[in-house]
């Protein structure tokens, strides 16, 4: 099975990325805008019961995340993925990087940028249109997120919360 691991910014921030995902996001209706923190991985029942185990200690010794997303941006040329970028900080790149190296699970595909996807499988066209308009309104949301969530994909192509940590460790 195929799964993940995200934060869930606040409804706010959702409905806001949401407003925009409906219209440009064909993966909209598949899973809640989110930060990913670990991209998809394949696991079995077996695994995934140490790897829950391994999150819910990581979850323990991070304090709850402070993020900002502070711009409108994009991953082109690479891809024609438009996203409300959140601003790096040390706190969300440690939880990263304590997801990599001790779940072992694979090395990444990209590197680590924080960011709520809000367009994506757009044309060149349609890209360089609504990046141009997005731009332009852009965004600045400040907020807490307090906890991190294990998801995996159903045969549907939708993803659904398989287990939740709170993020309880100091700051």
């Keep these: 099975m195929k799964y993940g691991i995200v934060a869930f910014p606040s409804k706010k921030l959702q409905d806001l990325a949401n407003t925009y995902r409906k219209r440009y996001d064909s993966r909209y209706s598949k899973i809640t805008p989110h930060i990913t923190l670990k991209e998809a991985f394949e696991a079995d029942e077996k695994e995934i019961i140490n790897i829950s ?40 790149n440690n939880i990263h990087q304590d997801l990599q190296q001790q779940l072992n699970i694979g090395k990444p595909k990209h590197v680590f940028i924080p960011h709520v996807t809000i367009a994506q499988d757009l044309t060149e066209t349609e890209h360089d249109d609504i990046y141009g308009q997005l731009r332009m309104i852009g965004v600045n949301e400040k907020e807490v997120i307090d906890r991190i969530h294990l998801v995996y994909q159903l045969e549907d192509g939708s993803w659904t919360t398989y287990e939740t940590y709170r993020l309880t460790g100091a700051e």
């Design 53 to 92: 185990k391994t999150i819910a200690t990581i979850a323990q010794n991070h304090a709850p995340l402070n993020i900002h997303a502070s711009k409108i941006s994009s991953f082109f040329p690479t891809t024609n993925v438009v996203y409300f970028k959140v601003e790096p900080t040390d706190q969300l």
